[in-house]
């Protein structure tokens, strides 16, 4: 191995969960199974300089979109050195890591799926560059990603993915995300999402915190069912086409989420007033026109609205006409599936 400085760089954006991923346990491993469509806009860049250490602890520098950030710095030392366990490779390097996202910081968009499956595929482009991993698999880039951030698992892959093992689901496990794309009807293949910004504050629970409370939650045993009883109905819907059982699991998903951790101990209530009015017109509209749009909701006030490319003309007016008065700054991120992370060098 050389002394030179190498370089590796990726870009990775975020994905939305259909079936929400909500608790889990031992090293990041999902209570229940969960599926997503990995987005485009919403993404990180990510770049690797590497060259050989002398030390024999892991080395990080790490800027985000320019500044220092020592903090974060040390928390990716401790994952790549926790990836390290399975790579020792990975302990001979320092690293020089610079990272900057698509979407402003203050738009409330988590940006964990984004930001760690874009470091690990430059992890794992490394180990493969170096012969650490012998052939192309991305389970392996999935798997290390779910160390970052349970949702970045999923966002290894174009489209659909699934994480969390479902008997419905062939080779589906909770240690990694698989791709469900062949599966996926034509209805669905170029789903579009905009968010719709309705406030940007800084949640007040961490998905962290969140996912700890369903530990002992009153409802677990029931949702864990309900979970796997939700991705087998929505599994039906996206193989059919099938629009309206579609709208049907994942406004359910989106409510339950918000639903568990309103009856949680301690409660949180993440959903705005401006949040509750938009679903209420996004249900009115549909109602009076049968246009195929379906809401959801991560772990705080702000709107996915999915809709198929062919609506996506009305939806947009629609938004415009409607809805975007109720957001921050008139705030609206349009995004759709994407085609998963690409390698910049
Ligand atoms: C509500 O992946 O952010 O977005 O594993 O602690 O990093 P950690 O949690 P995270 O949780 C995301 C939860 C969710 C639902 C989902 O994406 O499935």
Redesign the pocket.
């Known amino acids: 191995m050389t002394d030179t400085i190498q370089k590796v760089a990726w870009k990775s954006a975020s ?1 939305i ?1 259909l079936v ?3 608790g ?1 346990h031992s090293e ?1 491993i999902p209570m229940n199974p ?1 599926i ?1 469509i990995t987005l485009e806009n919403a993404n990180t860049q990510t770049s690797i300089q590497y060259n050989k250490s002398n030390g024999s602890d892991v080395k990080v520098d790490f800027l985000f979109e320019g500044n220092r950030k020592p903090e974060f710095g040390q928390k990716i030392e401790r994952f790549i050195a926790r990836i390290a366990k399975d790579y020792p490779l990975l302990n001979e390097f320092s690293y020089i890591i610079e990272s900057s996202n698509s979407f402003p910081h203050s738009t409330g968009i ?1 940006s ?2 984004s930001s760690m499956s874009a470091l690990a595929m430059n992890l794992y482009s490394i180990l493969r560059e170096h012969g650490a991993i012998a052939s192309e698999d991305l389970s392996i880039a999935s798997s290390m990603s779910r160390l970052g ?4 698992c999923r966002s290894v892959y174009p489209g659909f993915a699934v994480w969390g093992n479902s008997e419905i689901v062939d080779g589906s496990h909770d240690e990694y995300a698989v791709e469900v794309n062949e599966k996926i009807h034509e209805e669905f293949k170029n789903t579009h999402d905009s968010i719709l910004i309705v406030d940007s504050a800084k949640k007040s629970v961490s ?2 915190e ?2 700890a409370l369903m530990a002992g939650h009153s409802f677990r045993e029931s949702r864990i069912k309900q979970s796997h009883d939700n991705l087998k109905v929505l599994m039906q819907a996206l193989e059919g086409g099938d629009w309206h059982k579609f709208t049907e699991i994942v406004e359910l998903e989106a409510l339950t ?1 918000h639903a568990l951790m309103m009856s949680s101990v301690p409660s949180y209530i993440l959903l705005h007033p401006n949040t509750l009015k938009v679903i209420e017109l996004i249900r009115e509209f549909r109602n009076a026109t049968s246009t195929a749009m379906a809401f959801t909701l ?2 705080g006030p702000n709107i996915h609205l999915l809709y198929p490319d062919y609506n996506a003309g009305a939806v947009k007016s629609f938004i415009n006409d409607a809805l975007i008065q109720y957001c921050e700054e008139r705030k609206v991120l349009h995004d759709k599936a994407g085609q998963g992370p690409e390698k910049l060098i």
């Open positions: 994905n969960a929400k991923y909500w889990k990041q969960s997503s988590a964990s799926a951030s349970g949702s970045a998905s962290t969140g996912h989420l991560d772990a």
